[in-house]
């Protein structure tokens, strides 16, 4: 969060940075002589020791298919697996374990809802609420179904500041509304929604919310009872987790009305040609062999976040946050592209006479990784009239120092194109 929105929390103990670090062999890393310096962290967080050591714990020694055998190694890979659902409960605050789905990511997550809620409920005229700052995943499937079913789909603006118009947000529900989907934090902005409050408006109109937390799963404390949203989703390749593992979580009473996105084995109480009957949330929306190794280390993943505290990480992000912006604001020639009030530790800049990708190529001389491009996010990038950004994403394991190596190296490039 932005530091003006972190007077008002509580005070915490602040993390060891230096002593994380060395949890993190990758920042161990040269890039071409200089020191990693790794800002691309909304893309994908770096992997603690921790968490490779307990992948290579059940590669080499608990891997087994599941709930499909009585043997030694399916019963223990059976009973990690289970308790990794456990931890992601507890994660969330989730009511119950069964509303915990696995799947292979964010994208997968939204798509179950779109094509096993959206197919199920949605009717020609239906509307479908989506706002200004989705990323692509949280647009595309709700764009293939409403084609498919002939509903709508309409879009809450954001200021120049990069912030939703809850106003107008109030103005879109009509008759006809069926559902909103959100992103509880942008990608390409940094923008943290009013999630809470924008759930609220919506089951005001009796309309179920899903929440895209890929963003803010990693960085801030999120209770899904708390907020009552229907639905929220996140990867674990952004909470320190492998890539190929997510989470769906959905309130039990919407997921058992819900047709199954995918078919197969494990999520059927029994088959025939005649007929098939599907089994309890969660296995319903299991089918198949699931990522079982990556399942059990994103609850290792998880473990090691809660340990470290989610209010003590958003502290220390947003110090680095205001310490960038700060940096960043005496840059001449820089233009920050989203600044919200209450912001997740993103930098979306560009650098005055010079493409967002030569700059990311030429910061990468200095060993500096930041993204460039339109983030999976156009419609932000049309809304703020560029092409694309340069983006730097921190992490609690990064640093002042790796924030003042940014900005000389930005100084270089821009040296280079004088």
Known sequence: MSGRDSMQQPLVKPIDVAALRRDFPVLDLKVKDKPLIFLDNAASS???????????????????????????????????????????????????ERECIFTSGTTDGINLVAHG????????????????????????????????????????????RGELLVDEYRKLFSRNTRFVAMTHVSNALGTINPVKEMVAIAHEHGVPVLVDGAQAAPHLKVDVQD??????????HKVCGPTGIGVLYGKAALLEKMQPFKGGGDMILSVTFDKTTYAQIPAKFEAGTPPIGEAITLGAALDYLSGIGLDRIA??????????????????????????EKKAAVLSFAVEGVHPHDVGSLLNDDGVAIRTGHHCAQ?????????????????????????DA???SIGRVQKLFA
């Open 315 to 340: 502290a220390h992000e947003t110090d680095l946050l205001d310490y960038a912006t700060d940096r960043f604001n005496r840059l001449p020639g820089v233009r920050l592209i989203g600044t919200a």
């Open 406 to 408: 940014l900005v000389a």
């Open 117 to 160: 809620y959206g197919r199920k409920f949605f009717a020609a005229g239906d509307e479908i609420i989506l706002t200004t700052l989705e990323h692509h995943s949280n647009i595309v499937p709700w764009q293939m179904v409403a084609e498919e079913k002939g509903a709508k789909i309409r879009v809450v603006p954001v200021n120049d």
């Open 46 to 96: 770096q992997m603690p020791k921790q968490v490779i050591e307990r992948w290579v714990k059940y590669r080499s020694a608990q891997h087994a298919n599941i709930h499909r055998a009585v043997h030694y190694l399916s019963e223990t890979a059976t009973a990690e697996y289970e308790a990794a659902r456990r931890k992601v409960q507890a994660f969330l605050n989730a009511r119950e």
């Open 227 to 236: 907020l009552d949203c229907d639905f929220y989703a996140f990867s674990g």
């Open 379 to 403: 419609p932000v990038m049309q809304r703020f009239k560029v092409p694309a950004t340069c983006r730097a994403s921190f992490a609690f394991y990064n640093t002042t120092d790796e924030v």
